[in-house]
């Protein structure tokens, strides 16, 4: 009977063991995805090719270093500059592959990185640019990085019907081969492309292997330049990067970087604190940022980057009077501290429309009059253009009622959030404000009008939030955003001083003169109030405290910039 | 029993017929360009344009002639491809059905047996203390939603490892990437990584089955047989294990072939809870992306295997209860 017992336990312990086995069983996970792309790029080049700088020798004396991100997004294209496959994620892990010419830092400034140096004005008008690359900057196949690499870039960017993320510049710009490393470009006179700097600083992919620009590199073709190549790629899981023998820099610090696709974003504070992964980068959340705070061994650091928020005004159905009773009655560091603090006790009220907190050239325009809340002021600014308190405190004027209708992309909780806080603040003052959003994305079309037939007109809105992108040099988008007549101005502001100044930055080949031509633009439109701007968006970086030189960099170029630049201690 | 076999293979026929057509049609419905559609339309020409990408994708075709072609195409082995990568569905279903059925088998086999000699135990010591413990727990966890057990086992396994002083349970992915080990190394990175999803499915499925268990074990323990085999004088374990045990297993054959489609939601829910590249992301991604040809092929898939199941645990039973194949 013992025996019986001893051997039904034993047929139960091994039907459980094989239950483990049975499930442990399966396609090991590192081959599962077919295609499973390793890259056959040689770890040393071919006998043929000869790299003009060797790299240099890896530390043989320290531990194999590995580092692994959790990124949200996954790679969809090798080619990150291809208008459907442009994503955040693609350039995060590109840039560290393949060559810019130049790189934008954490504060907003430009530097060389596969050119010699920034680009070279030729002559000032006609505008003419030269760009040179780095005589040591080769692809890992031996085949140097060259001019070709550059008209292939610009031949597929070159007009707005290519697939290419980013063609503005490129369209009305010739270009002229100089030599094998040095390309100019050139434009019509009196039409300068004033961000003429920051041509070429997508990672542009090789020209030599002959691959179609759109579809060539949804698999790694096993050539780089850049500090990594891909060593492994398993579509769906993760991609390795190790170091690349032909880069002609210093670095990299780390023998492995290995980016895992985490698609959940609650996954990754677990993955964090478990130390399955090593960085992670989420779209911030309050609780998210509240969660890796309390976590031991690991940093965190909110950058405000250059996305910021701000309410727009129809100016066609809001007048100036009521524009400014709002900026007045409005109480922006209450809406900071409500929305911002939870990420960060530095947010501030932005106080610029062109230039974002942090860059070199921002400057806080704001008057003094709508520096602080004045609720009085803002009554009194409503009277003294005929409008008279109701009896339930609304203004009204020759029978209308002051009541305006506010938009912003549904389903937003921090945008809502904000349309609340505006609506009661705006209310107090004697302003009646609707909610009247739409799901989404959708706001869009009303806002700005739509190419559908029929066509709908721009401006079916009073009082609208959302955000603009503004970026290293904003001349020519706040032109766009600002000037009387353009499509992305969709409260159809028009300020004829504004214009001027505008126009003239646009054309302002000097950076300093341009920004303060642009800096007197914001200042008038603090008079003229096409919106008010409020906050910039943040990001969120958080990395085990055994990394060292992380820098997020709230410009495109985002986390791994300077990715060849890191160390594990 | 060849002739329950057959009887029993033949109605499955119609079912995976039905299984087809309700896939088909879930999806169907669901405009694959409707992202294209507005655009195009907006464009100069753009009608034409919608009409070509129509033709070309068969949607100006008539809805059951575009069932009958795509069963042709599955009958073929072809179940189209997808429109968010241009990989045949076939090979995604290939890559992840095995990743999925490591959770399914694990989660399976764990819950029935554990919850059988929970269900037997808490039958056989009814109203005492370990009954009235097991059955909280049972109503606890049956009553938490999967993806919130999971964020509190990720919690819970973490919490260990840092009191062990090492990482012993993961919480994303099927195994940790470029995993350089030994045989055992890569067993016990592989058991890390299963153990957490595979216990919030058990957890939810043990509740159930030893539930059932324990009922079906009581229906057995009063019937008459029962009564005359402990009046014979048959001591108490051999009337458990030999008499009762046996039959009141036969309910949980069936049970475990119909809580079969419960158990494929709960691992789509775990599997992203986890980030495990299964059926479950799969289903989501393909719902996110809008990829039609992938939403009906999982839904085949997913309906072929439940239908395979449930014959299965027909043809069992069989096996087990010669009253069942003689009606």
């Given at each position: 009977?013992?025996?019986?017992?001893?051997?039904?336990?034993?047929?139960?312990?091994?039907?459980?063991?094989?239950?483990?086995?049975?499930?442990?069983?399966?396609?090991?996970?590192?081959?599962?995805?077919?295609?499973?792309?390793?890259?056959?790029?040689?770890?040393?080049?071919?006998?043929?090719?000869?790299?003009?700088?060797?790299?240099?020798?890896?530390?043989?004396?320290?531990?194999?270093?590995?580092?692994?991100?959790?990124l949200e997004q996954e790679i969809t294209n090798f080619n990150n500059l291809t208008s459907g496959d442009n994503l955040l994620a693609g350039r995060q892990i590109t840039?560290?592959?393949?060559?810019?010419?130049?790189?934008?830092?954490?504060?907003?400034?430009?530097?060389?990185?596969?050119?010699?140096?920034?680009?070279?004005?030729?002559?000032?008008?006609?505008?003419?640019?030269?760009?040179?690359?780095?005589?040591?900057?080769?692809?890992?196949?031996?085949?140097?990085?060259?001019?070709?690499?550059?008209?292939f870039y610009y031949e597929n960017c070159n007009d707005a019907e290519d697939d290419c993320a980013a063609t503005a510049g490129f369209d009305s710009a010739?270009?002229?081969?100089?030599?094998?490393?040095?390309?100019?470009?050139?434009?019509?006179?009196?039409?300068?492309f004033?961000e003429?700097?920051t041509l070429?600083s997508g990672p542009f992919p090789?020209?030599?292997?002959?691959r179609d620009w759109s579809d060539g590199f949804r698999e790694?073709?096993?050539?780089?330049?850049?500090?990594?190549?891909?060593?492994?790629?398993?579509p769906g899981?993760?991609?390795?990067?190790?170091?690349?023998?032909?880069?002609?820099?210093?670095?990299?610090?780390?023998?492995?970087?290995?980016?895992?696709f985490?698609s959940?974003v609650?996954?990754?504070?677990?993955?964090?604190?478990?130390?399955?992964?090593?960085?992670?980068?989420?779209q911030?959340?309050?609780?998210?940022?509240?969660?890796?705070?309390?976590?031991?061994?690991?940093?965190?650091?909110?950058?405000?980057g250059p996305a910021w928020e701000h309410?727009t005004?129809n100016?066609t159905?809001?007048?100036?009077?009521?524009?400014?009773?709002?900026?007045?009655?409005?109480?922006?560091?209450?809406?900071?501290?409500?929305?911002?603090?939870?990420?960060?006790?530095?947010?501030?009220?932005?106080?610029?429309?062109?230039?974002?907190?942090?860059?070199?050239?921002?400057?806080?325009?704001?008057?003094?009059?709508?520096?602080?809340?004045?609720?009085?002021?803002?009554?009194?600014?409503?009277?003294?253009?005929?409008?008279?308190?109701?009896?339930?405190?609304?203004?009204?004027?020759?029978?209308?009622?002051?009541?305006?209708r506010i938009r912003t992309t549904g389903g937003n909780p921090r945008r809502e959030?904000?349309q609340?806080?505006?609506?009661?603040?705006?209310?107090?003052?004697?302003?009646?404000?609707?909610?009247d959003n739409l799901p989404g994305g959708e706001i869009f079309a009303p806002v700005f009008g739509n190419d559908n037939d029929p066509p709908g007109p721009p401006g079916d809105f009073d009082l609208v939030i959302f955000a603009w992108v503004g970026g290293?040099?904003p001349?020519s988008s706040s032109l766009q955003v600002f000037g009387t007549g353009s499509d992305s101005n969709p409260g159809a502001y028009?300020?004829?001083?504004?214009?001027?100044?505008?126009?003239?930055?646009?054309?302002?080949?000097?950076?300093?003169?341009?920004?303060?031509?642009?800096?007197?633009?914001?200042?008038?439109?603090?008079?003229?109030?096409?919106n008010?701007?409020?906050?910039?968006l943040?990001?969120?970086?958080?990395?085990?405290?055994?990394?060292?030189?992380?820098?997020?960099?709230?410009?495109l170029?985002s986390?791994?910039?300077?990715?060849?630049?890191?160390?594990?201690? | 029993?060849?002739?329950?076999?057959?009887?029993?293979?033949?109605?499955?026929?119609?079912?995976?017929?039905?299984?087809?057509?309700?896939a088909f049609l879930l999806v169907a419905t669901v405009d694959p360009i409707a992202e294209q559609r507005v655009f195009l339309l907006s464009q100069p020409g753009g009608a034409e344009q919608v009409a070509r990408l129509e033709a070309s994708l068969g949607l100006d075709k008539p809805l059951?002639e575009r069932y009958?072609i795509w069963?042709?195409e599955?009958?073929?082995?072809d179940l189209g491809t997808s429109t968010e990568n241009g990989r045949a569905v076939?090979?995604l279903?290939?890559?992840?059905?095995?990743?999925?059925?490591?959770?399914?088998?694990?989660?399976?086999?764990?819950?029935?047996?554990?919850?059988?000699?929970?269900?037997?135990?808490?039958?056989?010591?009814?109203?005492?203390?370990?009954?009235?413990?097991?059955?909280?727990?049972?109503?606890?966890?049956?009553?938490?939603?999967?993806?919130?057990?999971?964020?509190?086992?990720?919690?819970?396994?973490?919490?260990?490892?840092?009191?062990?002083?090492?990482?012993?349970?993961?919480?994303?992915?099927?195994?940790?990437?470029?995993?350089?080990?030994?045989?055992?190394?890569?067993?016990?990175?592989?058991?890390?990584?299963?153990?957490?999803?595979?216990?919030?499915?058990?957890?939810?499925?043990?509740?159930?089955?030893?539930?059932?268990?324990?009922?079906?074990?009581?229906?057995?323990?009063?019937?008459?047989?029962?009564?005359?085999?402990?009046?014979?004088?048959?001591?108490?374990?051999?009337?458990?294990?030999?008499?009762?045990?046996?039959?009141?297993?036969?309910?949980?054959?069936?049970?475990?072939?119909?809580?079969?489609?419960?158990?494929?939601?709960?691992?789509?829910?775990?599997?992203?809870?986890?980030?495990?590249?299964?059926?479950?992301q799969l289903f989501l991604d393909s719902l996110l992306d809008g990829d039609v040809a992938v939403t009906q092929g999982w839904l085949?898939?997913?309906?072929?295997?439940?239908?395979?199941?449930?014959?299965?645990?027909?043809?069992?039973?069989?096996?087990?209860?010669?009253?069942?194949?003689?009606?």
């Open positions: 009977m013992q025996f019986k017992a001893r051997k039904r336990t034993a047929w139960l312990s091994t039907l459980l063991c094989l239950a483990f086995i049975a499930a442990g069983c399966g396609n090991d996970s590192s081959n599962r995805s077919s295609p499973t792309t390793t890259s056959d790029n040689p770890a040393t080049p071919q006998a043929t090719s000869t790299p003009t700088t060797a790299a240099p020798e890896p530390d043989q004396d320290r531990d194999p270093t590995a580092v692994v991100i959790g840039r560290a592959i393949y060559p810019t010419c130049t790189r934008t830092r954490p504060d907003f400034t430009f530097e060389p990185y596969f050119c010699e140096q920034l680009p070279t004005v030729i002559n000032e008008d006609p505008l003419v640019v030269e760009y040179k690359l780095r005589a040591d900057a080769t692809w890992s196949d031996g085949t140097p990085v060259s001019s070709d690499d550059l008209v010739e270009l002229e081969v100089v030599d094998s490393k040095t390309v100019r470009l050139s434009w019509a006179e009196g039409k300068p004033v003429y700097i070429f090789p020209a030599h292997l002959g790694d073709p096993g050539v780089v330049a850049g500090a990594f190549r891909v060593d492994e790629y398993n899981s993760d991609l390795t990067l190790v170091p690349n023998p032909t880069w002609f820099g210093e670095g990299p610090h780390i023998d492995e970087v290995t980016f895992r985490i959940d609650s996954n990754l504070p677990f993955a964090l604190q478990n130390g399955e992964v090593d960085v992670i980068y989420p911030p959340q309050v609780d998210l940022v509240d969660q890796i705070a309390a976590l031991d061994g690991v940093s965190s650091t909110v950058t405000f309410i005004f100016t159905t809001v007048p100036l009077a009521v524009r400014r009773a709002i900026a007045l009655a409005l109480d922006r560091s209450f809406i900071v501290a409500a929305l911002m603090h939870p990420f960060s006790p530095n947010a501030q009220p932005l106080g610029n429309r062109i230039f974002v907190n942090g860059q070199p050239k921002y400057l806080d325009n704001t008057p003094t009059e709508f520096s602080t809340r004045d609720v009085d002021a803002a009554k009194a600014t409503l009277e003294e253009a005929g409008w008279a308190a109701g009896s339930d405190g609304i203004y009204n004027r020759d029978g209308n009622r002051l009541s305006l959030q904000f609340q806080l505006v609506q009661n603040q705006l209310g107090e003052a004697g302003i009646e404000v609707t909610i290293p040099l001349a028009v300020d004829d001083q504004v214009n001027d100044l505008l126009n003239r930055a646009s054309v302002t080949l000097d950076f300093d003169r341009q920004a303060d031509l642009l800096n007197q633009a914001d200042v008038l439109m603090w008079d003229t109030l096409p008010v701007p409020v906050y910039q943040p990001f969120f970086l958080a990395y085990n405290n055994a990394l060292s030189n992380l820098q997020d960099n709230p410009t170029e986390f791994t910039w300077n990715l060849e630049d890191w160390r594990v201690s | 029993m060849l002739a329950y076999a057959t009887r029993k293979l033949l109605i499955s026929v119609p079912v995976l017929f039905l299984a087809t057509l309700v059951l009958g069963l042709g599955l009958l073929r082995g076939t090979s279903l290939a890559e992840a059905i095995p990743v999925t059925m490591r959770l399914v088998v694990a989660a399976t086999v764990f819950s029935v047996v554990f919850g059988v000699a929970v269900g037997v135990l808490s039958a056989v010591r009814k109203y005492t203390l370990f009954d009235n413990t097991t059955t909280f727990f049972a109503f606890l966890f049956f009553a938490m939603p999967v993806f919130w057990l999971g964020a509190v086992l990720k919690d819970l396994g973490i919490r260990f490892n840092d009191w062990w002083g090492r990482r012993i349970f993961f919480t994303i992915g099927e195994q940790s990437p470029r995993l350089d080990a030994d045989f055992w190394g890569t067993w016990a990175d592989r058991i890390g990584h299963i153990f957490l999803p595979a216990l919030t499915l058990i957890l939810i499925q043990l509740a159930a089955t030893s539930r059932f268990q324990r009922s079906a074990m009581l229906d057995v323990l009063e019937s008459d047989y029962i009564r005359t085999a402990r009046a014979k004088g048959v001591p108490q374990r051999k009337v458990i294990t030999r008499h009762a045990l046996r039959n009141a297993l036969l309910p949980i054959v069936s049970y475990t072939g119909l809580t079969f489609g419960t158990l494929i939601g709960g691992t789509v829910v775990t599997e992203v809870v986890f980030n495990w590249q299964g059926m479950g085949l898939a997913v309906g072929v295997s439940v239908v395979l199941v449930n014959l299965c645990t027909d043809l069992l039973y069989g096996l087990l209860d010669p009253r069942v194949r003689y009606d």
